[in-house]
């Protein structure tokens, strides 16, 4: 798997102005739920070699 790029997480950070380490936490929950949700929303495509169909 390859890391995520320095200069978009360096641009992400700046952007967000945090105040504090729960600031950066809740940041850390919402892009794990994000990414989880796009790795299962992709497997059918992956795995199956279709897209899943969309409502």
Sequence with gaps: MKKAPGK???A???SQKF???T???N???EMFR???QQVMESEPD???GYEKVRE
Excluded: P
């Design 12 to 14: 992400y950070v700046d």
């Design 8 to 10: 978009m997480l360096k």
């Design 34 to 36: 994000d990414v989880l």
């Design 46 to 48: 992956m795995e199956l």
């Design 27 to 29: 940041a850390m929950k």
């Design 23 to 25: 600031e950066i936490m």
């Design 19 to 21: 105040n504090s380490t």
